[in-house]
């Protein structure tokens, strides 16, 4: 290597590119995949469905407006690295508490710019997501290796590493932020919660903060549990509903998971979001199947097949529904306008339904939230 801030970013099928180190430095493996968003990198690094995995952002300039602890989806990076075109050298916000660099050095992160994304972005297209390695210390024969011998995302139980090891309340700030007008003081920036309706239990395989806030928000109190309980610990709580949230990796991989979920069917009303989805999927007796290069960023097309109506949606996952391995009491709701990939089912007997992408991720902008509406409403019509 010519320096230490010089970096390789080296793909399983021998690609190569060379950029510029930041935050970090060393080696780091994991499955390269892209992200279309125009904004919210730290949501997108801090999102536990990116475990296992290296993230390019499409978008040219990333780091401009810093990093807030408010707007993290955990509690720290969730990302193996960072792959962009240009890290801005000023983050300038008021809400701002640090830059993008230092909080990846900070957290020992390591990120690689100057990086042509169109290029990457189109390969991986075409050849579909892979095994990548980003290294400051090898050389690119040694990275191709590097990547080759890393674990692939099929078949991998990402789950157990992101999963919340004690179960927990969730009582962190779940007030809505809002930008202020000129004549509101810093407190006005946060709207009400409203009184707690309903208790819910959310499995945690991966849970984004923003989805915990979103159902407070809407009158939820919760209970976050570990991606190992029981469905008779669960119903020892007496919820008035359950919640499957999102999370990382091969969600044909979590057989453990989809017997507890199935034991669950027709005791609770349930709601699943992205892994949730999947994982009902198999609870149902459905098969779910890897994506060429999987849906990534905030623009993605989804048709309510109920009312005909169309939402632009925020989306991250790398696995989809296969729509004939579905059993007859299930009701496709959505699909994804692109591919007509599954995006929404609901079972047409037990009071349970998921949604493929993320209405909490603020798509449309709002195109998407009518889903905790909806789940409130089962649960008052199975009450």
Known sequence: MKDSHTAILALEDGRTFIGEA??????????????????????IITDPSYRGQIVTLTYPLIGNYGVNPEDAESA???????????????ASNFRSHQSLGDYFTEHKIIGIEDIDTRALTKH?????AMRSCITTELTAEEAIQAAKDSAPMAGSDFVKEVSTEENFHWDKESRLWNIPSPSQNRDGHYEELPPVQYNIVAYDFGVKYNILRSMRQQGFDITVVNSRTTAEEVLALNPDGIFLSNGPGDPAALDYIHAEVKKLLGKKPIFG???????????????????????RGG??????????????????????????????????T???????????????????????????????PNDAKYFFEEFAALIEANK
């Open 22 to 43: 930041f935050g970090h430095t060393g080696t780091t493996t994991g499955e390269i995949c892209f992200n279309t968003s125009m904004t919210g990198y730290q949501e």
């Open 76 to 90: 720290g990076p969730q990302v193996r690295g960072l792959v962009i075109g240009e890290l801005s050298p000023i």
């Open 124 to 128: 991986l297209r075409t050849a579909g």
């Open 273 to 295: 979001i992205c892994l949730g989805h999947q994982i009902l999927t198999h609870a149902f007796g459905g098969t779910t199947y890897k994506l060429k290069f999987g849906h």
């Open 299 to 332: 623009n993605q097309p989804v048709k309510d097949l109920r009312n005909d109506k169309v939402a632009i949606t925020a989306q991250n996952h790398g696995f989809a529904t296969d729509p004939e391995s579905l059993p007859d009491d299930v009701e496709i």
């Open 334 to 364: 959505h699909i994804n306008l692109n591919d007509q990939t599954v995006e929404g089912f609901r079972h047409k007997t037990y009071p349970a339904f998921s949604v493929q992408y993320h209405p909490e991720a603020a798509p449309g």
